[in-house]
């Protein structure tokens, strides 16, 4: 069975699309969706934020990259943390 995300409106944004978001100059991932069209985001370090959907657009490769490099940071940072 293929479960494809549903699309919030006809904005094309889904829950977990890797996007970039214009007025915090920021990376992220679609967490969820508020009323009024207001899109909930959240990055690899456990930050989230909320911006209109107008300000929101998918991640473009070198994004996908950058928010894949924090991932991992955040990741070793906790690990040393741990030892």
């Known amino acids: 069975m293929n479960h494809k995300p549903k699309p919030y409106g006809n904005t094309g944004l889904f ?13 992220g991932v679609v967490a969820g969706f508020n009323p ?13 934020w909320a911006a209109p ?14 928010l894949a490099a924090l ?5 070793t940072r906790c690990a040393g943390l741990a030892a």
Do not use: F
């Not at 829950?15 to 990376?27: I, N």
């Open 15 to 27: 829950v977990g699309l890797k996007v970039y978001e214009s007025s915090h100059e920021m990376v």
């Open 36 to 48: 009024g069209g207001v899109v909930r985001l959240v990055r690899p370090t456990g930050y989230e």
């Open 53 to 66: 959907w107008t300000r929101v657009r998918p991640a473009n490769e070198r994004e996908r990259r950058q």
């Open 71 to 75: 991932a991992r940071l955040h990741r």
